[in-house]
Nanobody
Framework: VQLQASGGGLVQVGDSLRLSCAAS????????MGWFRQAPGKEREFVAS???????NYEQSMTGRFTISRDNAKNTVYLQMNMLKPEDTAVYYC??????????????????WGQGTLVTVSS
């Protein structure tokens, strides 16, 4: 299984970005896909998770600004990020977990991870 994340970059406060993560190498029906982020000097934190049937869970502080979505035909998960803040600066990772029918917040329950894409929000 491979996950390829893309879409990161340098943006200004208040800007938007859309991250993508394309998965390959397996059947992804019945899988959970998630986004996490890790800022410099901090632990990896949960952002959002979505099941193949579309059930979603967000980290509460990101609700309203971030939207996770998924295209099962393309095996791709997206993260739309709006009204970006400097504290959103981090490497964003996508992940996939198999065998779950609910969103997963714990990184230890995911089976495969992408390489990460850097988002830098400049003030």
């Amino acid at each position: 299984v491979q996950l390829q994340a893309s879409g990161g970059g340098l943006v200004q406060v208040g800007d938007s970005l859309r991250l993508s993560c394309a998965a390959s190498g397996s059947t992804f029906s019945g899988s959970v896909m998630g986004w996490f982020r890790q800022a410099p000097g901090k632990e990896r934190e949960f952002v959002a998770s979505i099941t193949s049937s579309g059930t979603i869970n967000y980290e509460q502080s990101m609700t309203g600004r971030f939207t996770i979505s998924r295209d099962n035909a393309k095996n791709t998960v997206y993260l739309q990020m709006n009204m970006l803040k400097p504290e959103d600066t981090a490497v964003y990772y996508c992940a996939v977990g198999f065998g779950y029918n609910r969103p997963i917040r714990s990184p230890t329950l995911y089976d495969y991870w992408g390489q990460g894409t850097l988002v830098t929000v400049s003030s």
